[in-house]
């Protein structure tokens, strides 16, 4: 759980942005449940995914016993707050109840009560319930032509020709573990993800291939979410390494290193790739891209991003850590125009 509480996301976000989607041929998906879409501007992931995360951080009791309602119920509301809601929300517990085969929890959140279940293992946490005698409505499985934004590249790091047809802006936060996800390094929710789509292929080092190939432009903006302590410094770090042109280098080293994003490990991490190591470490220490980074925070947010990481295709968004599939496609739409 060590590599999962690299966070959620919450605003984790990763959001319903963190939840890899199945890609499909045809052109309609489920849409997450009415409940859900009420409160997207809070929860951070979708039911789906959690089906299967393990939020106690411990293995199910080998003989299956339960736990304490009120343990359980402590470990859900403690799982709600650190990794699914966005910043400055709070769940908090109004009442519990043993309802058989779970446990009721009723949560509040922002002023609205939401039911939500535990397994009686403390194993499994419900967010919240469908109902499964509706149907519910369906939507493009991919951004359209409709939905595209303007999104400024500024001038952030960036891999591939200036004048490529295809432009894809990511906005990201370092210790985010779907964002390592992404990037090909959060190996445990790579696996996560695999089990419940075998083809599913993690989308950053492809971009990379397309963008070193000349075929698009890949662009890296930060979203360092308020929730990770270290998000903010690394990003910084990330664009003093941009300023001795080891962005990318460095960029995979931060990714590779989730856990260990503290002032110290950035320094060292620059020195291990042959940074000048005193110019380095007066640029992290002035602050002097802390206002830069506050910048592509603020820019994201303008567009509508509340979690990460977040790509613009062309200005399609695509939310979450999806397969490269979903990319390809509208890639591939993009270079027909």
């Known amino acids: ?75 859900a509301v403690s799982y709600i707050n650190n990794y699914l809601l966005q910043s400055g929300a709070t769940a908090t517990l109004k009442s519990k109840s043993d309802i058989g085969g779970l446990y009721n929890l009723k949560i509040e959140i922002e ?77 445990s929710l790579i696996q996560r993800f695999k089990s419940q789509d075998p083809n599913w292929e993690a989308a950053e080092p492809k971009l990379k291939e397309l963008a070193k190939e000349g075929r698009i432009k890949l662009v890296f903006r930060d979203f360092p979410l308020n929730i990770h302590k270290d998000a903010q410094k690394a990003a910084e770090a990330s664009e003093c390494a941009h300023e001795q042109d080891k962005f990318w280098d460095y960029h995979d080293k931060l990714f590779e290193n989730q856990e260990a994003l503290g002032i110290s490990s950035l320094k060292e991490y620059a020195a291990g790739l042959g940074l000048d190591k005193e110019k380095f470490n007066d640029c992290l220490d002035s602050g002097k891209y802390e206002d830069e980074v506050q910048k592509d925070l603020a820019d994201g947010t303008a567009v509508g991003i509340s979690g990460t990481p977040a790509f613009f295709i062309n200005g399609r968004l695509i939310s979450g850590a999806q397969p490269f599939s979903a990319f390809e496609e509208i890639i591939n739409e993009e270079l027909a125009k």
């Open 111 to 187: 002023g609205r009560e939401f039911d939500s279940y535990v397994t009686k293992d403390g194993k499994l946490l419900f967010p919240s319930s469908v109902d499964l005698t509706t149907k519910p409505e369906t939507e493009p499985s991919q951004p359209t032509e409709a939905q595209k934004q303007e999104v400024s590249v500024d001038d952030d790091p960036s891999l591939g020709p200036d004048d490529a047809k295809v432009i894809v802006i990511e906005f990201s936060d370092f210790e985010c573990p779907f964002c390592g996800a992404a990037a090909g390094t959060h190996e």
């Open 1 to 75: 759980m060590e590599e999962e509480k690299s966070h959620s996301e919450s605003h984790h976000a990763e959001h319903t942005e963190h939840k890899p989607e199945h890609h499909e041929n045809k052109n309609t998906k489920v849409k997450k449940v009415t409940l859900w879409k009420s409160i997207s501007a809070v929860l951070g992931i979708l039911l789906v995914v959690s089906l299967y995360f393990n939020f106690s951080g411990a293995p199910a009791d080998k003989s299956g016993n339960e736990i304490p309602i009120n343990k359980a119920a402590d470990e």
